[in-house]
């Protein structure tokens, strides 16, 4: 004979489950806020020196990559990043074959490049999915509240 302590065990397990996901799928939004927030803090403003520029579906919907790279002094290896930016960024860049950069000093792969643009396709996914993360949740406890209303006292 079972007291129902079986079944809320398992939802709890489950209710367990969903706050780790939740953590999960958040973590890369903690993390970016975290490195904008250094940044903002700790960044430097550096020139960098543009390798290359490209305008990938010019005919349809033009995006502006720059590609550079940042002083010696902030990337001893001398990689070259990429970065989409608005076209008059992209233009300026393009001429005078430099771009503005803000870099932590110590992290060349923590940067915002001036006239950046982003996208908030990473926004809505993790929204999305913090939603049906609720909803799970909400449809447990629903359903946790109905078998105590149920259960004799």
Known sequence: ?????????RRGGVLVALVVVAL??????????????????DGV???????ATNVL??????????????PEDVDPGRR??????????????EDSG???VR????????QRVDGARSSALGYVVIGGVD?????????LWRQRRATRATLPA
């Open 24 to 41: 999960l799928v958040n973590l890369p939004l903690a993390h970016l806020t975290w490195q904008r927030w250094e940044l903002s803090r």
């Open 80 to 93: 070259t990043w990429p970065a989409e930016v608005d076209h008059a960024t992209w233009r300026s860049a």
């Open 131 to 139: 939603l049906i993360v609720l909803l799970l949740g909400l449809l």
């Open 1 to 9: 004979m079972t007291d129902g302590t079986e079944g809320e065990g």
């Open 103 to 110: 870099v932590l000093p110590d992290e060349p792969s923590v």
């Open 57 to 70: 579906r010019e005919t349809t919907d033009p995006h502006y990559v720059v590609r550079f790279r940042l």
């Open 98 to 100: 430099e771009i503005g």
């Open 45 to 51: 403003e550096v020139t960098g020196d543009v390798t």
